[in-house]
Structure formats: C-alpha cells, structure tokens
C-alpha cells in the first residue's frame, strides 16, 4: 500500500496531520483531519482509517493534556473532576465505537461523520445565540464544572463515536462540554485529556484486529504533534467567543466535504 502513495500524497497526508494538530488544540475538531485525509487519499477500508487515525491521538493528546495542564487549565478540582468522569465512561465507550466501525461501509462512515460534526456545530452555535440574547453566559452551577451526569452522558457518546470514526475526542466532546456550559479553553483541556484514554483503547482494539498502519501513522502524526503546540498557542490568545465562532465555521465546513466523499 505505501508504494501506491506518492510524494504529493504523503506531503497532503502531512499537511491534513499538521492542520489537524492545530485544530485539536485551537477549537476542538482538528483531529478528524487526519480521518478525514487518510479517507480521501489512500483508499484504505474504514475500519484501517480509523484505527491508523486513532493511533496518532495517543502522542497528540499526551502532548494536548501537558500544555493545558502546564497553562493551568487542569488545576481546579472541579474540572479534574470532569476530566476522571470522561476518562472512566471512555473505557467503557470506546470498545463499543471500534465493534460498530467493523458494521459500517465506506458510505456510512462518511455520512455518520458528517451529521455528527453538523449537530455539534449547531448545538455550539445555539449556545451562544442564547447567550448573547440574554446578556450574560449560561454557566454551570459550580464554576468550572458541569456535574457528574452530563459529564458521563458526554463521555460515553464522545468514545462510542471516537472510537468509530477513529478520532481523539476533542471534535466532539469540546463543543458538547461548551454546550453543558464549560468554558472553551477548559473544554479543551478536559477533552484533551479524555482523548489519551480514548486514544489507548481504541488503538489495542484495532490493533488486535490488524487495523492500524502504522507508518502512516507516523507520517501523520508527526506532524500532527507540531499542530498540538501551536494551536495550543493560538487558544491562549484568541479570544473566547472567536474561538467558538471558529469552532462552528470549522464542523460546518467538514460536514458537506464528508458528505459529498463518502
């Protein structure tokens, strides 16, 4: 399969590691870029995509969960909280997401990914529509938490569909924690270090299956870990309702190309 890839190939599937990289840590979402190029451009079966894609998600959200925790995102006890809640229900989850990707075909794959990114991007957008209108923000009931139920609730459904279509966890679970009323930089955060578990699970579970490339990975994810630092950088100094608005911007411009490719 490597010898069918061309230099322009692995320098787009590069480009789609980098991009991705900057995403995951920036907005949330990036990490379905390198889903998203492995679909496109090598012709490799889903259940291949995303156990190769999922493996880059071990290294990126290590890396993720070490610069929010070094910027201190990841301090308060509430938020730590938050994040062992997400990393208990991704044991749980993410096996049942790797059985359901071996149900899917090619079609299905893309156009599942594509309603999941619009829904996320619609709850996101209808959250700070309501907060605008009513002149302050939604907040949870204590500070940097959002409680044990919509914790698990978002935990589970983010590892069932990381662990289908291959992906970290941030692209789901950073506007789904917005949505419960966690700020954008500590959803990152959170969503990081859930990825790390999601990430192990899903990659043993593809493995054991013969379904992870792992040269791709490398030349995916290398990149891929470049991207991490500096999107980290770029959440630190952007504002947090830019922030949102790019996170919106960026689920509805992935779904139709996942859509239309599928």
């Known amino acids: 399969m490597h010898e069918s890839l061309d230099a322009l190939t692995l320098v787009l599937l590069a480009l789609f590691g980098l991009a991705g990289g900057i995403g995951i840590t920036a907005v949330g979402p990036g990490g379905v870029l390198p889903t998203i190029g492995m679909f496109l451009l090598t012709g490799l079966p889903p259940s291949t995509v995303a156990g190769t894609a999922i493996a880059t998600h071990i290294a990126t959200g290590t890396l993720g969960t070490a610069a929010f925790a070094r910027s201190g995102q990841l301090k308060?006890?509430?938020?730590?909280?938050?994040?062992?809640?997400?990393?208990?229900?991704?044991?749980?989850?993410?096996?049942?997401?790797?059985?359901?990707?071996?149900?899917?075909?090619?079609?299905?794959?893309?156009?599942?990914?594509?309603?999941?990114?619009?829904?996320?991007?619609?709850?996101?957008?209808?959250?700070?529509?309501?907060?605008?209108?009513?002149?302050?923000?939604?907040?949870?009931?204590?500070?940097?938490?959002?409680?044990?139920?919509?914790?698990?609730?978002?935990?589970?459904?983010?590892?069932?569909?990381?662990?289908?279509?291959?992906?970290?966890?941030?692209?789901?679970?950073?506007?789904?924690?917005?949505?419960?009323?966690?700020?954008?930089?500590?959803?990152?955060?959170?969503?990081?270090?859930?990825?790390?578990?999601?990430?192990?699970?899903?990659?043993?579970?593809?493995?054991?299956?013969?379904?992870?490339?792992?040269?791709l990975a490398a030349v995916v994810g290398v990149p891929e870990l470049v991207g991490v630092l500096i999107g980290w950088r770029i959440a630190h100094a952007v504002p947090e309702r830019r922030l949102k608005y790019a996170l919106v911007g960026a689920l509805l411009a992935l779904a139709p190309y996942l859509a239309l490719h599928a």
């Open 76 to 215: 308060a006890g509430p938020t730590r909280h938050t994040v062992a809640v997400l990393a208990v229900t991704a044991l749980v989850g993410t096996p049942i997401g790797v059985l359901l990707n071996t149900l899917v075909s090619g079609r299905e794959f893309g156009e599942l990914l594509a309603c999941a990114v619009t829904v996320t991007a619609v709850l996101v957008w209808l959250r700070d529509h309501r907060e605008r209108r009513a002149g302050a923000a939604v907040a949870p009931l204590s500070g940097e938490h959002i409680g044990t139920a919509p914790s698990v609730a978002v935990g589970l459904v983010v590892a069932v569909a990381a662990g289908l279509f291959g992906l970290g966890g941030p692209m789901l679970s950073v506007p789904l924690l917005v949505v419960c009323g966690l700020p954008v930089l500590t959803a990152l955060a959170a969503a990081q270090a859930q990825s790390v578990v999601i990430a192990a699970i899903g990659t043993a579970g593809y493995a054991l299956h013969g379904s992870v490339d792992w040269w």
